[in-house]
């Protein structure tokens, strides 16, 4: 199994309050992407990463920012959370070459009051 | 823009077969991904098409058609555990674009 983490696995949190979400793989792989998952929607794209401080947009990314100071670590930052950020965020890491298979870690269970 | 469609419910009994189809509407398509998802746990790997025709792995076979903007996922010898929910997703460069899911429930 592909070695990734997220950080916490649960968190509430109120409306308007910062929050931070931490991925952690331990393959080296380049790609990292941050998805919600919300009944109804599947997973949709919110930010990824082709490498250290290489980060771009995905198809949902208001509301959110990313960070990748280390090949190994990729944030996501809620600066100001919404109700409607109430959602599971899984990450996923790919490796450059291959059949674009992405990891996905445990996911994230976010409720915001 | 882009969108993929896929049937929300399938419902088959053990040991027979199964086809969940995918169609698509998207720019820059490199391939089709399927992956598998068990009751709200990571997404799993399945497969991936990047040409026209059929991929088998094991029990699962993958098709696609980049001119009909189709493809499915054919499951055999269905078994229960196979109960979960499919994603079809297209490949764009590095990114996946995720269809909505099919939730594939296995009855005895």
């Known amino acids: 199994d592909a070695g990734i983490t997220q950080s916490p696995r649960h968190k509430v949190t109120e409306t308007g309050t910062p929050v931070t979400l931490r991925c952690h793989q331990t393959?080296?792989?380049?790609?990292m992407y941050w998805y919600r998952q919300d009944p109804g929607h599947g997973l949709r794209l919110i930010h990824y990463?082709?490498?250290?401080?290489?980060?771009d947009k995905g198809e949902v990314s208001d509301g959110y920012s990313v960070s990748r100071s280390k090949t190994e670590d990729f944030l996501l930052t809620l600066e100001s959370a919404t109700s409607s950020q109430t959602s599971v965020y899984f990450c996923?890491?790919?490796?450059?070459?291959?059949?674009?298979?992405?990891?996905f870690g445990p996911g994230t269970r976010l409720t915001v009051l | 823009g882009q969108s993929l469609e896929q049937p929300s419910e399938v419902t088959a009994v053990e040991g027979a077969i199964v086809q969940i189809n995918c169609t698509y509407q998207?720019?820059?398509?490199?391939?089709l991904s399927w992956y598998q998802q068990h009751d709200g746990g990571a997404p799993t790997f399945l497969s991936y098409n990047a040409l026209d025709g059929l991929e088998e792995t094991g029990r699962f076979s993958s098709f696609l058609s980049r001119s009909d903007s189709y493809g499915y996922l054919l499951l055999q010898e269905l078994q229960m555990k196979d109960s979960a929910s499919y994603f079809c997703?297209?490949?764009?460069?590095?990114?996946?674009?995720f269809g909505q899911g099919t939730e594939l429930s296995v009855k005895p």
């Open positions: 393959e080296n792989h380049r790609y």
């Open positions: 990463s082709y490498g250290v401080k290489d980060t």
């Open positions: 996923a890491i790919r490796e450059t070459s291959g059949n674009n298979e992405q990891f």
């Open positions: 998207t720019s820059g398509f490199y391939g």
């Open positions: 997703a297209v490949v764009q460069g590095g990114k996946l674009i």
